[in-house]
C-alpha cells in the first residue's frame, strides 16, 4: 500500500507540511509506504496563452517537471492532495499545477484512475469548503475513487502548528487514511474482484459518449417528452 502526499504550500515546516508528516507517520505505523511531493520543490511553469488544450492530441510541449511527478503518483494506490487556502481559494501552487498535469497529461489517458483519493485543506479560517470542493471535481475528473471517511479534513488555524491543534482535523485525517487503506486492501486484493475488475485507465474518458448511453435511446418516450429547445422557449416569451 503505497501513499503518495501531493503538498501545495510554499511554506516549508507550516501547516500543511505538518500535517501531510502526520498522516505519512499514520500510514507508516499501518504498515505502508508514502511518498511526498512538496511542489515547491519543482519547476512548474503555468499554461501558456497557446490556448489548443481542447484539439491537441499530444501532451503539452512546456518543459517542467509535471511529467515526473505524475510518474512518481502513478506508482501510488492512494493520492492525498493536501493545500492551503490562499485568497479564499486555492493556493497557487496546487492551482498551477491542477491546470498543468491536468491539460497537459491527464486528460489523454486518465492515468490516476481507479486510484484511491483523498483531500486535505489547511487554513486560518476561511472558504475551506471551496477549496476541498475545487481539489474534489479535480480528482473526480480523474476518476480516482473517492471514499467516504466522514467529515472532510479541512484545519482551522493560520500560525504554524496551529493545525495539529486542531483535534477534529486530526480525527478526520486519521479517519480518511483508515478508510483509504481499508479500501486500498480490499481493491489489491485479486481474489475480491479488486482492481482488476475495474476499466484500466485508458479504456473510458469523459470525452467519449458513455458507454451506458444506449440503454435509454434518442427515441424512448422520456426523452421524446422533453419541452422544445431554447429557440421556441425565446419566442415565446416574445409572444
Ligand atoms: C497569501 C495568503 C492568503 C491566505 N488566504 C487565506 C484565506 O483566504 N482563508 C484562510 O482561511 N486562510 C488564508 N490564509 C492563511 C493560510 O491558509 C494558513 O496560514 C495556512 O495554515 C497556511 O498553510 P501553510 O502553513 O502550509 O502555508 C492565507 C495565507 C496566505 C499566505
Redesign the pocket.
Known amino acids: 500500500m503505497r501513499f503518495t502526499f501531493i503538498?501545495g504550500?510554499?511554506?516549508a515546516g507550516?501547516?500543511?507540511?505538518?500535517v501531510v508528516d502526520y498522516a505519512a507517520e499514520v500510514v507508516h505505523r499501518l504498515g505502508g509506504e508514502t511518498d511526498i511531493i512538496s511542489l515547491r520543490e519543482f519547476r512548474i511553469n503555468p499554461c501558456s496563452p497557446c490556448g489548443d488544450c481542447n484539439i491537441r492530441t499530444t501532451p503539452c510541449a512546456i518543459e517542467d517537471d509535471v511529467p515526473n511527478l505524475l510518474d512518481r503518483m502513478v506508482q501510488a494506490d492512494a493520492l492525498v492532495y493536501a493545500a492551503?487556502?490562499?485568497?479564499?481559494?486555492l493556493?497557487h501552487l496546487m492551482q498551477i499545477f491542477l491546470e498543468r498535469a491536468g491539460v497537459g497529461y491527464l486528460r489523454f489517458d486518465r492515468p490516476l484512475a481507479n486510484k484511491l483519493a483523498g483531500v486535505v485543506v489547511?487554513?486560518?479560517?476561511?472558504?475551506?469548503s471551496d477549496v476541498h470542493a475545487q481539489i474534489m471535481n479535480n480528482l473526480l475528473l480523474n476518476r480516482t475513487i473517492l471514499v467516504g471517511s466522514g467529515y472532510p479534513v479541512t484545519?482551522?488555524?493560520?500560525?504554524?502548528g496551529?493545525?495539529l491543534r486542531d483535534q477534529e482535523g486530526l480525527d478526520a485525517l486519521c479517519s480518511m487514511i483508515d478508510r483509504m487503506a481499508e479500501f486500498a486492501q480490499l481493491l489489491g486484493t485479486p481474489s475480491a474482484g479488486g482492481r482488476k475488475a475495474l476499466p484500466a485507465p485508458a479504456e473510458r474518458n469523459e470525452r467519449e459518449t458513455s458507454r451506458l448511453r444506449h440503454l435509454v435511446p434518442p427515441t424512448s418516450n422520456l426523452i421524446a417528452r422533453a419541452p422544445e429547445a431554447n429557440g421556441a422557449n425565446v419566442a415565446t416569451a416574445q409572444e
Open positions: 503538498s504550500s510554499e511554506r507550516g501547516n500543511t507540511d505538518m492551503p487556502v490562499h485568497g479564499f481559494g493556493s489547511t487554513g486560518r479560517r476561511y472558504s475551506h484545519f482551522t488555524g493560520g500560525a504554524p496551529d493545525a
